[in-house]
């Protein structure tokens, strides 16, 4: 014959079935098999048979125990785990661990480490370590599994005053069927203000951020205005990577915060209750604008959640607040909405791009340049019609480039490194400053260069420039020199003289009067003398 559970235990089973605990949760605790909890609890109407030689004779029954019986005490005092009742009616005491377990002493520890959501594992660890604690393992996972079944506190409901939150979730919408029978899913978007619980409604085919962003500005409009916060859950269309105390936002929905002057705050992880208000938001839209509904087209739909937000959402009387969510919304909540900016936020398109190994980096087909210092770095890029914005990995902006066709470069000259410009790109004032320190004869030719040969005198110059780091100053003002006087403006020339290290052309003056040399009048006086000799011979 199977053995039987004693008097006390079979009323601990019903007492904590009376408190609404499982029967697995019975069984475990009480350290029996669930299928005899399942037994005494379908007999709970039939008088218990005593267990066969047990010194208790009486049958189990489910009255009230006469006051001061064991059987009284049992049911009235807490229930204990973890060991066997005390106290049966025989007054022997079950075999099993003892009443208090080891961990006890260290239970102001374990609740502050349960509080930073430290497993039984380190728990365990760090009693070993910290305390010398001798018991096992087992015995703190069964007190720190004591510890987290304790009764919950309620939860705290958060009120927050008009215009100071809305709350955002996604859900599943109507289906789309088009005039093919294409049947295509689609997302509800719900945003709930927190303090008139007045919401937005509408419907993509994606949750992406663009979709994100188009309806959170259309609810904007719909509002009038721009709460301070913005409390979604952790959707990848905001959140990239969930921390409660310091997620790592979606840069483009950052930019699209800062642009309406709102901040985004997202909820802990798993933890739906944080956005309440919209999570019921959410299946009131289900349940009363989109269950049993199909649409042709997503337009349709959305034309159909406007009607409905306006007819019925705003005109009922909300079940916390008690009040028209729509003349709550007016009255209170409207005027303490942030304004909306002039422009809508420019939506631009995002991409993380490599820099190749000349400095540009490529998009939709065109290139643009950025600082030396960025080779082979990825860098975030936003780009829409007009304008290519880049920035590093905190989003700090590093230039700017106007968008370009395909195929075409946007190169800035500060982008260039120095090493990478030679002397022709930077110019003719730049090389006939750079020549005009060699000296002023040389500066003299380099001018008579230019004035003679216009833009071929570039190359020349650097050539010049070039000559500098193998000959003197001296040699080369002396053969600019020679080279001016006889107005010769060619760089082989300039080697040439150099080479042969030629002597500057000697000139030489014109004297009016000289030993040697006769007066003009006289020169007068012969010429007329012979004239007449001429004619006479004639006559």
Same mark, same amino acid.
């Given at each position: 014959?199977?053995?039987?559970?004693?008097?006390?235990?079979?009323?601990?089973?019903?007492?904590?079935?009376?408190?609404?605990?499982?029967?697995?949760?019975?069984?475990?605790?009480?350290?029996?098999?669930?299928?005899?909890?399942?037994?005494?609890?379908?007999?709970?109407?039939?008088?218990?048979?005593?267990?066969?030689?047990?010194?208790?004779?009486?049958?189990?029954?489910?009255?009230?125990?006469?006051?001061?019986?064991? !059987?009284?005490?049992?049911?009235?005092?807490?229930?204990?785990?973890?060991?066997?009742?005390?106290?049966?009616?025989?007054?022997?005491?079950?075999?099993?661990?003892?009443?208090?377990?080891?961990?006890?002493?260290?239970?102001?520890?374990?609740?502050?480490?349960?509080?930073?959501?430290?497993?039984?594992?380190?728990?365990?660890?760090?009693?070993?370590?910290?305390?010398?604690?001798?018991?096992?393992?087992?015995?703190?996972?069964?007190?720190?599994?004591?510890?987290?079944?304790?009764?919950? *506190?309620?939860?705290?409901?958060?009120?927050?005053?008009?215009?100071?939150?809305?709350?955002?979730?996604?859900?599943?919408?109507?289906?789309?069927?088009?005039?093919?029978?294409?049947?295509?899913?689609?997302?509800?978007?719900?945003?709930? *203000?927190?303090?008139?619980?007045?919401?937005?409604?509408?419907?993509?085919?994606?949750?992406?951020?663009?979709?994100?962003?188009?309806?959170?500005?259309?609810?904007?409009?719909?509002?009038?205005?721009? =709460?301070?916060?913005?409390?979604?859950?952790?959707?990848?269309?905001?959140?990239?990577?969930?921390?409660?105390?310091?997620?790592?936002?979606?840069?483009?929905?950052?930019?699209?915060?800062?642009?309406?002057?709102?901040?985004?705050? =997202?909820?802990?992880?798993?933890?739906?209750?944080?956005?309440?208000?919209?999570?019921?938001?959410?299946?009131?839209?289900?349940?009363? !604008?989109?269950?049993?509904?199909?649409?042709?087209?997503?337009?349709?739909?959305?034309?159909? $959640?406007?009607?409905?937000?306006?007819?019925?959402?705003?005109?009922?009387?909300?079940?916390?607040?008690?009040?028209?969510?729509?003349? *709550?919304?007016?009255?209170?909540?409207?005027?303490?909405?942030?304004?909306?900016?002039?422009?809508?936020?420019?939506?631009?398109?995002?991409?993380?791009?490599?820099?190749?190994?000349?400095?540009?980096? !490529?998009?939709?087909?065109?290139?643009?340049?950025?600082?030396?210092?960025?080779?082979?770095?990825?860098?975030?890029?936003?780009?829409?019609?007009?304008?290519?914005?880049?920035?590093?990995?905190?989003?700090?902006?590093?230039?700017?480039?106007?968008?370009?066709?395909?195929?075409?470069?946007?190169?800035?000259?500060?982008?260039?490194?120095?090493?990478?410009?030679?002397?022709?790109?930077?110019?003719?004032?730049?090389?006939?400053?750079?020549?005009?320190?060699?000296? =002023?004869?040389?500066?003299?030719?380099?001018?008579? $260069?230019?004035?003679?040969?216009?833009?071929?005198?570039?190359?020349?110059?650097?050539?010049?420039?070039?000559?500098?780091?193998?000959?003197?100053?001296?040699?080369?003002?002396?053969?600019?020199?020679?080279?001016?006087?006889?107005?010769?403006?060619?760089?082989?020339?300039?080697?040439?003289?150099?080479?042969?290290?030629?002597?500057?052309?000697?000139?030489?003056?014109? *004297?009016?009067?000289?030993?040697?040399?006769?007066? $003009?009048?006289?020169?007068?006086?012969?010429?007329?003398?012979?004239?007449?000799?001429?004619?006479?011979?004639?006559?």
């Amino acid at each position: 014959m199977a053995n039987q559970l004693r008097e006390a235990k079979v009323l601990s089973i019903k007492t904590l079935h009376e408190r609404g605990w499982s029967q697995r949760r019975i069984a475990r605790e009480l350290g029996v098999n669930r299928e005899t909890v399942a037994h005494y609890l379908k007999q709970d109407s039939k008088p218990a048979k005593a267990p066969t030689g047990s010194p208790d004779s009486k049958p189990a029954t489910t009255e009230k125990a006469p006051p001061g019986s064991a !059987a009284e005490n049992e049911i009235s005092k807490p229930a204990t785990f973890g060991k066997a009742p005390t106290g049966s009616p025989g007054g022997q005491t079950q075999s099993g661990p003892s009443s208090r377990s080891l961990c006890e002493p260290y239970r102001t520890s374990i609740l502050g480490w349960l509080e930073q959501d430290l497993s039984a594992q380190r728990i365990y660890q760090d009693l070993v370590i910290e305390h010398g604690f001798t018991g096992s393992y087992p015995s703190v996972r069964r007190y720190v599994g004591k510890l987290k079944n304790k009764t919950p *506190l309620p939860f705290r409901r958060i009120e927050v005053g008009p215009g100071e939150e809305a709350q955002i979730d996604f859900g599943s919408g109507a289906p789309v069927i088009d005039k093919n029978g294409k049947r295509r899913r689609t997302h509800v978007l719900r945003v709930v *203000l927190s303090h008139s619980r007045k919401g937005y409604s509408e419907s993509v085919f994606r949750q992406t951020t663009d979709n994100l962003i188009a309806v959170l500005e259309n609810a904007f409009r719909h509002f009038g205005g721009v =709460p301070k916060t913005l409390v979604p859950d952790n959707l990848k269309a905001a959140v990239i990577q969930a921390d409660w105390y310091d997620p790592d936002l979606n840069p483009k929905l950052q930019s699209f915060c800062e642009h309406y002057g709102t901040v985004l705050l =997202p909820t802990k992880p798993r933890t739906p209750r944080h956005k309440g208000k919209v999570e019921r938001g959410v299946d009131y839209v289900q349940e009363n !604008a989109l269950k049993g509904r199909t649409f042709k087209s997503l337009a349709e739909q959305n034309e159909h $959640l406007r009607r409905w937000e306006q007819t019925v959402a705003d005109t009922r009387i909300h079940g916390t607040t008690r009040k028209q969510v729509k003349k *709550l919304f007016e009255k209170n909540e409207k005027a303490k909405l942030l304004s909306l900016p002039v422009a809508r936020f420019a939506n631009f398109k995002e991409a993380q791009r490599k820099v190749s190994r000349d400095g540009h980096f !490529a998009v939709d087909k065109s290139y643009y340049s950025v600082p030396p210092e960025y080779l082979g770095r990825t860098l975030w890029v936003r780009w829409d019609s007009r304008l290519v914005r880049v920035y590093d990995n905190r989003m700090n902006l590093i230039c700017t480039h106007a968008k370009q066709p395909e195929g075409k470069f946007s190169t800035h000259r500060e982008h260039i490194a120095s090493e990478k410009i030679s002397p022709v790109e930077r110019g003719t004032d730049w090389l006939l400053q750079k020549t005009s320190v060699i000296g =002023p004869k040389t500066k003299a030719w380099t001018l008579g $260069l230019v004035a003679h040969r216009g833009v071929q005198s570039v190359r020349v110059l650097h050539g010049l420039l070039n000559l500098s780091h193998k000959h003197s100053s001296k040699e080369i003002e002396q053969a600019c020199q020679t080279a001016h006087t006889n107005g010769c403006y060619r760089l082989k020339s300039i080697r040439q003289l150099i080479k042969h290290g030629a002597d500057q052309q000697q000139s030489f003056e014109f *004297l009016d009067e000289h030993p040697l040399i006769r007066n $003009l009048s006289e020169y007068g006086n012969l010429v007329r003398v012979d004239f007449r000799k001429e004619a006479l011979t004639y006559e």
